[in-house]
């Protein structure tokens, strides 16, 4: 800079030289000038000489001067020159743009790189013509955009000769990284006030000292000062602790915490956590140098998730029909007072008839009636009692220190308002329940002793209709049933089934003209006879009624087989074949296979359909029994007039027979409701052309009342027992 300084007072220097050197000029000439006016005009006199000599030595004076000037100046520009020179080495080794300026804002030397810049600034322009104006211009210097993209940072140094300087650096890259961080801190403060989650910043002293909009919008609206301040509870045990969380309770991991929410609003559930300490730039006026630390706290909605989870475990708890407790609290309620061991009665409840009300009536009807229920039962219960809906048509109560008495009387008080007629708009139903009682005394208090218990007395109640109390007695049944069931399983491969067969002879001739086959097993499980009162049930249940037909079926073609060509064996062979299998699709064409695979004529095959058909399900068999009768099968409608079939199986099945039930055959001749039945069927049957056949007959007077209203064939103990078919047709033998 002094060089500069010193440039620029040579260079004004020389200026004042110059202008000596013109002034001393222009009085020498004027007094050469002079001298020769007076010598010439004048006459010679020694006043003219000596003014003359005095205007030529004047001269002369002058022109001395002006030679001394002229070297002075000569020096001077070469000095000057080589200075410029020296000052443009200089300034072209500087890593930017450098330029001088003089007093008055013209440029006077600039390097190349300057010029570069800005091609615009010559020798002797203006800042202003070209660049910003200098009063712009400030200490910390000014950023200059150029057309090219580029920036550049202009700095202006003051000299005290006046003038100035001007350098120029490139910041472009610099002004590019700035912009990308501008960038991306606006993106990160779009993403600090998008974000769900609160985000707060706390100092040492638990001061706020930043915090997003959404944490503001947690904290109730408005970002509190400090922690203490956010009025935060600790949340333990899904319930918030009175005291306020402080600073030093802060955790790195998530807590959750409460806050009271806005004014009159619902209280705000947060999950909260907390950064370890944050240090910040270290402030070097400080007196002990030390960085400041902060702590960064995220909060996280969760009062929906919370809301949600709670909904959950209600209906996780709940029936969501009627609101009582479900299956899964049944069960934790009946384990939590058992294990208190206060004494405990569960009272099982069923209710009857609901699905046929909700094939009549539709599921809203049989809905409203199951809320309904469980209204009359939580009203008949005590305030210590729980009601519970356990699945379907079933409610369980349990009650605590109720004695055997008291049990029943609840029971029995249970049975009653739901014996009473449901009213339903302008419907008015009737419900059969089935109530049955265990209690823990006298069982042991385990969960599944208690609950198989009344599960069995009120399966008991469903066949006796009315309020059963468990004893031992149906805990021996159950247990009999379920060896039973478990002996069943193996029975067909342990070859313990067999058929005994009952003739079925002319009323008129006495021959035998058919025998009917009856299934026979001798279980070796329970070293018994098994009847079939309780084996046909107990196949129902694990589901083997369709291959015990088809066993019997098989069977009952193969000892046809045998008697083949046998004068004295039945011309006709009856079986019986469950609905369910009857309602089977392709059952008719395994009958037809096993027809052929037998060589048996399909008339000499009689198939009788059971009487516990409901009439619903004669659509259902329709198909398979016109498929069997086509191909020439027999069908007979067996027990008829005893249980649940009616005229309505007569007039639809493709029925060839029917066979009288022995509840009417046993009440002749003598019985005048037995009687009237008999004349009806038979009158119906002989219209529709279809024989009778009198089952149960054990005496001459029945055979004459049958053979009276056209009975044909007759079957019972009068005629022969159930036998093996070698006692039926007995073997040939060779002699």
Not at 133 to 161: C, F, K, V
Not at 252 to 270: D, N
Not at 394 to 407: H, I, M, P, R, T
Not at 496 to 508: C, S
Request: charged share 25%.
């Amino acid at each position: 800079m002094v060089r500069y300084r010193f440039f620029a007072g040579k260079r004004q220097r020389l200026f004042r030289a110059k202008r000596s050197i013109e002034l001393v000029g222009w009085v020498g000439a004027a007094a050469l000038v002079a001298g020769v006016v007076v010598l010439a005009a004048s006459p010679p006199s020694p006043v003219v000489w000596v003014l003359a000599g005095t205007l030529i030595a004047i001269w002369g004076a002058t022109a001395v001067a002006l030679f001394i000037l002229h070297r002075r100046s000569l020096a001077a520009e070469i000095q000057a020159g080589e200075l410029r020179q020296r000052v443009s080495q200089v300034m072209e080794t500087m890593p930017g743009g450098f330029a001088l300026y003089d007093a008055r804002g013209r440029l006077v030397i600039a390097n190349s790189r300057f010029a570069k810049i800005f091609p615009a600034a010559s020798p002797g322009s203006a800042l202003g013509t070209s660049l910003p104006d200098p009063a712009h211009i400030t200490d910390g210097g000014l950023d200059h955009y150029l057309e090219n993209g580029s920036w550049y940072r202009l700095t202006r140094q003051p000299l005290a000769e006046g003038g100035f300087t001007l350098s120029a650096v490139d910041v472009t890259p610099l002004k590019r990284q700035e912009e990308k961080l501008a960038v991306r801190e606006a993106r990160q403060r779009v993403m600090l006030n998008m974000a769900p989650v609160g985000i707060w910043e706390l100092d040492d002293a638990g001061r706020t000292v930043f915090a997003n909009p959404q944490a503001g919008t947690l904290l109730g609206g408005k970002m509190p000062n400090s922690l203490a301040e956010a009025q935060l509870h600790q949340v333990l045990g899904g319930r918030a602790q009175p005291e306020i969380l402080q600073q030093q309770r802060l955790q790195r991991s998530a807590i959750e915490v409460e806050h009271a929410g806005e004014a009159g609003g619902q209280p705000r559930r947060l999950l909260m956590s907390a950064s370890g300490h944050l240090p910040e730039a270290r402030n070097t006026d400080s007196a002990e140098n030390e960085a400041p630390h902060t702590r960064l706290v995220t909060l996280l909605d969760i009062t929906e998730r919370r809301a949600a989870q709670a909904e959950a475990e209600r209906l996780a708890w709940q029936d969501s029909l009627t609101g009582l407790g479900n299956r899964v609290q049944f069960l934790r309620v009946l384990d939590e007072r058992l294990t208190a061991g206060s004494g405990l009665t569960l009272v099982s409840i069923e209710l009857g008839g609901l699905g046929r009300l909700n094939e009549r009536h539709g599921h809203g009807v049989g809905d409203a009636l199951l809320r309904a229920a469980a209204v009359r039962l939580s009203q008949a219960v005590r305030a210590d009692d729980a009601v519970f809906r356990i699945g379907g048509n079933k409610f369980c109560v349990l009650a605590n220190g109720l004695d055997q008495k008291a049990a029943r009387w609840l029971a029995d008080r249970l049975f009653q308002i739901l014996l009473n007629a449901f009213r339903h708009g302008g419907l008015e139903v009737g419900l059969t329940p089935a109530i049955g009682v265990s209690r823990s005394p006298p069982l042991a208090g385990d969960v599944d002793a208690i609950r198989r218990a009344g599960d069995l007395a009120r399966q008991r109640s469903v066949m006796e209709g009315t309020v059963v109390v468990y004893e031992e007695a149906l805990g021996d049944e159950a247990e009999h049933s379920h060896r039973l069931r478990e002996a069943l399983a193996g029975a067909i491969g342990a070859g313990e089934f067999r058929l005994h067969w009952q003739p079925q002879v002319d009323a008129e001739s006495r021959e035998l003209v058919g025998a009917e086959a009856l299934l026979r097993w001798r279980c070796a499980a329970l070293g018994r006879e098994v009847s079939p009162a309780e084996l046909f049930p107990a196949a129902a249940d694990v589901g083997l009624l369709g291959e015990i037909d088809l066993w019997v079926l098989e069977e009952a073609l193969a000892t046809k087989r045998r008697w083949s060509g046998r004068g004295d064996a039945p011309a006709v062979i009856a079986i019986n074949i469950s609905a369910s299998s009857l309602r089977e699709q392709g059952f008719a064409d395994l009958v037809i296979e096993a027809l052929h695979h037998h060589g048996v004529k399909p008339e000499e095959l009689e198939i009788e359909i059971p009487e516990d058909v409901p009439a619903r399900d004669l659509d259902a068999l329709a198909q398979t029994l016109e498929a069997l009768s086509t191909q020439g099968v027999r069908l007979s409608l067996d027990d008829f007039g005893g249980g649940a079939s009616s005229m309505a199986h007569l007039v639809q099945l493709p029925v060839d027979r029917v066979k009288l039930d022995r509840s009417i055959v046993r009440g002749l001749p003598n019985g005048a409701r037995e009687s009237a039945i008999l004349r009806a069927v038979a009158a119906v049957a002989g219209s529709l052309e279809i024989e009778l056949l009198g089952e149960g007959v054990e005496n001459e007077a029945q055979t004459v009342a049958l053979r009276g209203q056209g009975c044909t064939t007759m079957q019972g103990f009068l005629y022969g027992r159930p036998m093996p078919a070698d006692e039926l047709v007995p073997p040939l033998t060779n002699h």
